[in-house]
């Protein structure tokens, strides 16, 4: 994966967000988890089905789909991580229904019409080329196949990242063109119309979006929320592209963000309004 068109943002994920994910992988779990629950009235995953898991990460989502499909099922965990994969395959022994490849989504050969389903849990906004990776996906379908994606809508919509990202603003520099970046960004995806472009474009039909509005966990503990905020998403990437600049300024970041949280403080720790959508669509 050292080259291609999706080559530095995987070098992203490698380098820079991998010690992230793997400090906050509980976090992560808990919010994916949160809308994953949210959508489950819309998704329906049949026993027996062969189903990809792109951007699976650790591989939770992959245990959740393999316990729909069962043992006469088959998920196959795809992402472009390495640490991620090396650890889906160590948690998930003894599941023999389970499997993972490492790659880019956008290029790697999945083969043709194995999949029944294409599933997708925040792990699809990131491509070059969004329109290539529908078509590969596509490719990698049965007909009458499905997709499902969660995808998040529009930054403003997602207080929990918006209000983070204009607070480290009144203190830091916006990151030019030249900042190290993960890919198009997590809200990408936010527009309807767009998104129903790259899937008819991409060959799929019956294009469908439900809006997903809950309060999804962002920490614990007020700690460990301001830490979250602080290195991942627009914040972080802010704080990080800043240098020492961006270290000099954290005493003032941190002041406002605590003050911001304390607002969606409870004893279970904090959790913030988020939005997302639920995106279905067939191959005919």
Not at 53 to 70: K, N, R, T, Y
Not at 85 to 95: C, L, N, Q, S, V
Not at 176 to 189: H, I, S
Not at 221 to 226: H, I, L, T
Request: one cysteine or more; proline letters at 6%.
């Amino acid at each position: 994966m050292n080259d291609g068109p999706n080559a530095l943002f995987i070098q992203t994920w490698n380098d820079i967000l991998t010690p992230k994910w793997l400090e906050f992988r509980h976090v992560f779990a808990a919010n994916s988890m949160a809308n994953q629950k949210a959508v489950e009235q819309y998704l329906t995953v049949r026993p027996g089905e062969r189903v990809l898991d792109i951007g699976c990460s650790f591989g939770e989502s992959c245990v959740w789909l393999a316990d729909a499909v069962g043992p006469e099922g088959t998920v196959v965990g795809l992402d472009c991580n390495q640490s991620f994969i090396d650890i889906a395959r160590k948690e998930t022994e003894g599941r023999p229904e389970i499997s993972y490849l490492c790659g880019d989504g956008q290029t790697l050969d999945l083969g043709e019409e194995r999949f029944d389903l294409c599933f997708s849990r925040f792990g699809v906004m990131f491509f070059a080329q969004h329109i290539l990776a529908f078509r590969n996906f596509h490719k990698a379908m049965k007909p009458g196949g499905r997709v499902f994606f969660i995808v998040w809508r529009g930054q403003s919509e997602n207080v929990c990242f918006d209000q983070c990202k204009k607070i480290a603003l009144n203190y830091l520099p916006q990151p030019g063109d030249d900042a190290q970046t993960c890919g198009p960004g997590p809200f990408f995806l936010f527009d309807k119309e767009r998104n129903r472009h790259f899937l008819e474009a991409a060959g799929f039909t019956d294009v469908v979006h439900h809006p997903i509005d809950i309060l999804a966990p962002m920490g614990r503990n007020m700690d460990e929320a301001v830490r979250f905020q602080m290195q991942i998403g627009p914040m972080g990437e802010i704080i990080r592209e800043a240098g020492a600049l961006g270290l000099q300024k954290l005493p003032e970041i941190e002041r406002e963000v605590r003050a911001f949280l304390s607002g969606y403080e409870t004893p279970e720790g904090i959790s913030l309004p988020t939005a997302s959508w639920a995106i279905q669509a067939t191959k005919p």
